[in-house]
């Protein structure tokens, strides 16, 4: 089963930038679908962004043209760069390796207004 380990995680103000990475354990990562997901305090987990092995990606309503969901199979990493954010984006974020159903222990997201 991959290992994956989330960092880039922290404090920013609203409007500002961040930039998660994921690195994955294994093989054959360049096959695989991955997602970032978050979850906010009394809510439930939910799907930002995934991307495909052929690049195909999808976003929530909500972060849609703020966030950019890549990654780089020759370093087993998934990124999610995280523009113009806003309070309401603070969470928990979790990388996931959807082919495997593999999650990371995630990295704290905090957004002050």
């Known amino acids: 089963q991959a290992q994956l380990v989330e960092s880039g995680g922290g404090l920013v103000h609203a409007g500002g930038s961040l930039r998660l990475s994921c690195v994955v354990s294994?093989?054959?990562?360049?096959?695989?679908?991955m997602g970032w997901y978050r979850q906010a305090p009394g809510k439930q987990r939910e799907l930002v962004a995934s991307?495909?092995?052929?690049?195909?990606?999808n976003y929530a309503d909500s972060v849609k043209g703020r966030f950019t969901i890549s990654r780089d199979n020759a370093k087993n990493t998934v990124y999610l760069e995280m523009n113009s954010l806003k309070p309401e984006d603070t969470a928990v974020y979790y990388c996931?390796?959807?082919?495997?159903?593999?999650w990371g222990q995630g990295t704290q997201v905090t957004v002050s207004s």
């Open positions: 991307i495909s092995s052929v690049l195909s990606t």
């Open positions: 294994g093989n054959n990562f360049a096959f695989r679908h």
């Open positions: 996931k390796d959807r082919t495997f159903n593999s």
